[in-house]
T-cell receptor, first 117, second 114 residues
Framework: AQKITQTQPGMFVQEKEAVTLDCTYD???????LFWYKQPSSGEMIFLIY??????QNATEGRYSLNFQKARKSANLVISASQLGDSAMYFC??????????????FGSGTRLLVRP | EPEVTQTPSHQVTQMGQEVILRCVPI?????FYWYRQILGQKVEFLVS????????KSEIFDDQFSVERPDGSNFTLKIRSTKLEDSAMYFC????????????FGDGTRLSIL
């Protein structure tokens, strides 16, 4: 079974509008973390936002916020006021808390976002 | 802002040759990782390194792969005898201690095996 599922291979959004990128996860570990990364066409991986499983509030970082619904095992990324520079691949990733000597990330297959002017 | 640096940005190698990919993690970070991304696919975990030893590795990380931290700054990935299917983007990442700390990625090395 997939640990991280991103069901939207591609999304369009109009500039200045908000967009939600979906991510669902599967884990039996009560301690885990969810990350979102942006990968522009140039290829680098840019950290955007983090949500811990015990965090009471949804994470926010500037125009990025995370809609964390623990019971549904979903961690959707919301980008507000989209900009042309937001066009990129977006990956959801999970860290399961099995080992304190390794915090490996498991990635989803990604969503390609295209912002239209 | 400190960053993870990787060299080279692109490596072209003949099948069967050895290749070494180099990384300089962020200086105060304690956890180091290698990931790979085959063109158009998801990012896959290869290995994590902590306290001067491998702490976890995936099934991809077989005997052809090795990692080293030869000094206080460099972190290398060696592929002993490259195969065509090793062609991918290889990312180095590092993080501070703590479960909530994000992994910071380098810009990657694109490895092309001919």
């Amino acid at each position: 079974a997939q640990k991280i599922t991103q069901t939207q291979p591609g999304m369009f959004v109009q500039e200045k509008e908000a967009v939600t990128l979906d991510c669902t996860y599967d884990t039996s570990d009560p301690s885990y973390g969810l990350f979102w990364y942006k990968q522009p066409s140039s290829g680098e991986m840019i950290f955007l936002i983090y949500q811990g499983s015990y965090d009471q509030q949804n994470a926010t970082e500037g125009r990025y916020s995370l809609n964390f619904q623990k019971a549904r095992k979903s961690a959707n990324l919301v980008i507000s006021a989209s900009q042309l520079g937001d066009s990129a691949m977006y990956f959801c990733a999970m860290r399961e808390g099995f080992m304190d000597s390794s915090y490996k990330l498991i990635f989803g297959s990604g969503t390609r976002l295209l912002v239209r002017p | 802002e400190p960053e993870v640096t990787q060299t080279p940005s692109h490596q072209v190698t003949q099948m069967g040759q050895e290749v070494i990919l180099r990384c300089v993690p962020i200086s105060n970070h304690l956890y180091f990782y290698w990931y790979r991304q085959i063109l158009g696919q998801k990012v896959e975990f290869l290995v994590s390194f902590y306290n001067n030893e491998i702490s976890e590795k995936s099934e991809i990380f077989d005997d052809q792969f090795s990692v080293e931290r030869p000094d206080g700054s460099n972190f290398t990935l060696k592929i002993r005898s490259t195969k065509l299917e090793d062609s991918a983007m290889y990312f180095c990442a590092s993080s501070e201690a703590g479960r909530g700390q994000p992994q910071h990625f380098g810009d990657g090395t694109r490895l092309s095996i001919l």
